[in-house]
């Protein structure tokens, strides 16, 4: 025998969240037999958006969203009286607006044993994703290092050109039908170009005119504010989807994998090891290091120092372009301020590694990736963010100058 629990309009005694605030609501009644279930958690995500709340007494709940777009819904099963399962059609779906202003959705409950997942499952599965998430990381932490080894800019905008390569990518295979593969390229490309227009036009003037390390920071501030409300304008507020960021996940043991996620692995492993390859082997590579160790003296070495500035920032830009593919495959969805969510990571990644150092925002990146992931087997999924800047703090409390310190600025 089964029975549903409805996400409908207007329950009247229902816990809340979110309704003075949002418009859009998201309610529902959840019952078993006719009986109302007190204490079910049902959680709300989507456009970078995540609450949760817990049903009433009555079984019923509210939760306010910002805006007209498509979220996730989730029951916790766990908070199920013992025997009561989702029967069919699983514990999340996706609720997707219509007309109105409210959305109802279905959770079909029934009698029977419940499949838990254990915790070493949980641990595995989850440390890939963190492995994932900390690799597309270091691709704009990377870029991030290098910028500030070779200028010493601390630079906020570096979000908005994250953000820019995912809406690059949106642009040529949604609006103009040019496959995803070589919309990805067209938007790295097109995201190294960004590098080299940015230094070319604001800051190599800025560093001429002898400009300090404070104002450019402030610079880089408005920078970023400026660039991410214009491409508000451009796109709007809502979350669109590229091509392919929604197949099915793949199950290898505990672990469940989509295409798309082993192909993010795959790639940014080839990209950091090339990367690796430049800085250590490459002539320009090689010059990079000299110039942030001391720029002077690299100078007077015979070393083109604006020159490698300006090959930093175009390197810089296409690593960033291409972590913003991967980062609006993982989240999974493209919006006007997706870079500016995972700016604070890029920066703990980057302190954590050791400033100016790209190997080590590489470790730094890795750490916070699988930080985040890993800590919401303890910690709820809102605060898990919260968690990463945690240990970066307990970390710096030891080691001041990050894990690889600052002798070798690059590399």
Same mark, same amino acid.
């Given at each position: 025998?089964?029975?549903?629990?409805?996400?409908?309009?207007?329950?009247?005694?229902?816990?809340?969240?979110? !309704?003075?605030?949002?418009?859009?609501?998201?309610? *529902?009644?959840?019952?078993?037999?006719?009986?109302?279930?007190?204490?079910?958690?049902? !959680?709300?995500?989507?456009?970078?958006?995540?609450?949760?709340? +817990?049903?009433?007494?009555?079984? +019923?709940?509210?939760?306010?969203?910002?805006? +007209?777009?498509?979220?996730?819904?989730?029951?916790?099963?766990?908070?199920?009286?013992?025997?009561? /399962?989702?029967?069919?059609? *699983?514990?999340?779906?996706?609720?997707?607006?219509?007309?109105?202003?409210?959305?109802?959705?279905?959770?079909?409950?029934?009698?029977?044993?419940?499949?838990?997942?254990?915790?070493?499952?949980?641990?595995? =599965?989850?440390?890939? =994703?963190?492995?994932?998430? %900390?690799?597309?990381?270091?691709?704009? @932490?990377? *870029?991030?290092?290098?910028?500030?080894?070779?200028?010493?800019?601390? =630079?906020?905008?570096?979000?908005?050109?994250?953000?820019?390569?995912?809406?690059?990518?949106?642009?040529?295979?949604?609006?103009?039908?040019?496959?995803?593969?070589?919309?990805?390229?067209?938007? /790295?490309?097109?995201?190294?170009?960004?590098?080299?227009?940015?230094?070319?036009?604001?800051?190599?003037?800025?560093?001429?005119?002898?400009? %300090?390390?404070?104002?450019?920071?402030?610079?880089?501030?408005?920078?970023?504010?400026?660039?991410? #409300?214009?491409?508000?304008?451009?796109? *709007?507020?809502?979350?669109?989807?590229?091509?392919?960021?929604?197949?099915?996940?793949?199950?290898?043991?505990?672990?469940?994998?989509?295409?798309?996620?082993?192909?993010?692995?795959?790639?940014?492993?080839?990209?950091?090891?090339?990367?690796? #390859?430049?800085?250590?082997?490459?002539?320009?590579?090689?010059?990079?290091? @000299?110039?942030?160790?001391?720029?002077? &003296?690299?100078?007077?070495?015979?070393?083109?120092?604006?020159?490698?500035?300006?090959?930093?920032?175009?390197?810089?830009?296409?690593?960033?372009?291409?972590?913003?593919?991967?980062?609006?495959?993982?989240?999974?969805?493209?919006?006007?301020?997706?870079?500016?969510? /995972?700016?604070?990571?890029?920066?703990?990644?980057?302190?954590?590694?050791?400033?100016?150092?790209?190997?080590?925002?590489? /470790?730094?990146?890795?750490?916070?990736?699988?930080?985040?992931?890993?800590? !919401?087997?303890?910690?709820?999924?809102? &605060?898990?963010?919260?968690?990463?800047?945690?240990?970066?703090?307990?970390?710096?409390?030891?080691?001041?100058?990050?894990?690889?310190?600052?002798?070798?600025?690059?590399?």
């Amino acid at each position: 025998m089964s029975t549903f629990a409805t996400l409908s309009a207007g329950p009247a005694h229902a816990d809340e969240v979110g !309704t003075e605030e949002y418009d859009y609501v998201l309610s *529902g009644n959840v019952q078993f037999n006719q009986e109302p279930l007190e204490g079910v958690l049902i !959680t709300v995500e989507g456009s970078g958006y995540e609450a949760s709340v +817990k049903t009433g007494v009555d079984g +019923k709940w509210k939760v306010g969203v910002p805006e +007209k777009a498509t979220y996730t819904v989730s029951l916790d099963e766990e908070t199920l009286p013992k025997g009561v /399962i989702v029967a069919k059609g *699983g514990s999340t779906t996706e609720a997707e607006f219509g007309l109105t202003k409210v959305k109802a959705v279905n959770f079909f409950l029934g009698e029977g044993v419940r499949t838990t997942v254990s915790f070493f499952d949980q641990f595995v =599965n989850r440390f890939v =994703n963190g492995l994932n998430f %900390g690799l597309l990381l270091a691709l704009a @932490a990377i *870029g991030l290092s290098l910028i500030f080894g070779t200028t010493g800019l601390s =630079n906020f905008a570096h979000a908005e050109m994250i953000t820019f390569g995912a809406l690059m990518t949106l642009l040529f295979s949604v609006t103009l039908g040019v496959p995803i593969w070589l919309a990805i390229v067209i938007a /790295i490309a097109l995201s190294a170009g960004l590098g080299w227009s940015l230094d070319a036009v604001i800051w190599k003037p800025l560093r001429r005119k002898g400009v %300090g390390l404070i104002p450019l920071m402030i610079v880089s501030i408005g920078l970023s504010l400026a660039l991410r #409300y214009l491409f508000q304008i451009f796109v *709007g507020g809502g979350t669109s989807q590229l091509p392919g960021s929604g197949l099915a996940d793949m199950k290898l043991g505990p672990i469940r994998l989509s295409m798309i996620d082993l192909a993010s692995m795959g790639i940014s492993i080839v990209v950091l090891l090339a990367v690796s #390859y430049f800085l250590l082997r490459t002539r320009i590579g090689k010059a990079t290091r @000299a110039v942030s160790d001391n720029p002077s &003296l690299a100078s007077a070495s015979g070393i083109d120092v604006d020159g490698v500035i300006r090959i930093v920032w175009v390197l810089g830009g296409g690593l960033a372009g291409l972590s913003g593919v991967l980062w609006a495959y993982f989240r999974p969805g493209v919006s006007w301020d997706m870079g500016f969510q /995972i700016l604070l990571l890029v920066f703990a990644a980057v302190t954590l590694g050791g400033l100016g150092t790209a190997f080590g925002a590489l /470790i730094g990146s890795i750490i916070v990736g699988l930080f985040v992931e890993l800590s !919401t087997l303890w910690l709820p999924s809102d &605060l898990k963010y919260v968690g990463a800047l945690v240990v970066l703090i307990l970390v710096l409390l030891l080691r001041p100058q990050g894990i690889l310190g600052r002798k070798e600025r690059i590399g």
